[in-house]
């Protein structure tokens, strides 16, 4: 099995980015700023096209998923990093209010899809937190509607697990199609 990944968003290393963003302020502004070398472009505004950038990933991605939670129930289970080690966290997203709060405690963010399963990775000032983001089916909205969407290790793990009751998002394939560019990780 091929192991291919989509990036919708991530900052955690806006680093890697600088080169191609030097390069794409460079060659939309050199005229108008009379920059003969790639080199007189000013720090400040290579950082802003980085900011641009993630910017438009994020508006981009969280569009896409705002439809998709339109229409289904996600479940979000992973890890949570804290200062005495690592802790089993879940939650139902039922809204896009849902699926803010619950990463909205990581200062850096990357969102991808491996192979049909959608993963968060995030990093704060305890730790790194692991997640994957799997999409309710019918009968396993009524499971968890049943046990009144709880906050319950176990209730969490038997939807997480059975795929007749959740299902991968498959969130590149919605967003662009059946064909999609890919990176071989």
């Given at each position: ?21 030097k390069r ?97 990775e995030g ?33 969490h793990q ?28």
């Open positions: 099995m091929r192991n291919e990944e989509t990036v919708f968003f991530d900052n955690t290393d806006d680093y890697s980015k600088y080169d191609n963003a794409a302020v460079y060659e939309s502004y050199y005229e108008s700023q009379d920059w003969t070398s790639i080199d007189e472009v000013p720090s400040g505004m290579i950082w802003e096209e980085i900011a641009a950038q993630n910017e438009a990933d994020w508006e981009y991605f969280t569009c896409a998923l705002k439809r998709e939670i339109a229409r289904h129930c996600f479940l979000i289970t992973g890890t949570c990093g804290r200062w005495n080690g690592p802790c089993c966290c879940g939650n139902f997203i039922t809204d896009w209010n849902d699926f803010r709060s619950f990463i909205q405690h990581l200062d850096t963010v990357k969102i991808y899809e491996r192979n049909g399963h959608l993963y968060v990093f704060h000032h305890d730790g790194h937190d692991c997640y994957e983001l799997k999409r309710l089916t019918d009968k396993g909205t009524e499971y968890a509607d049943r046990h009144g969407f709880a906050h319950d290790k176990t209730l038997n939807i997480m697990k059975n795929n007749f009751y959740s299902a991968l998002p498959r969130l590149a394939g919605v967003i662009f199609g059946r064909v999609y560019e890919t990176i071989s990780a």
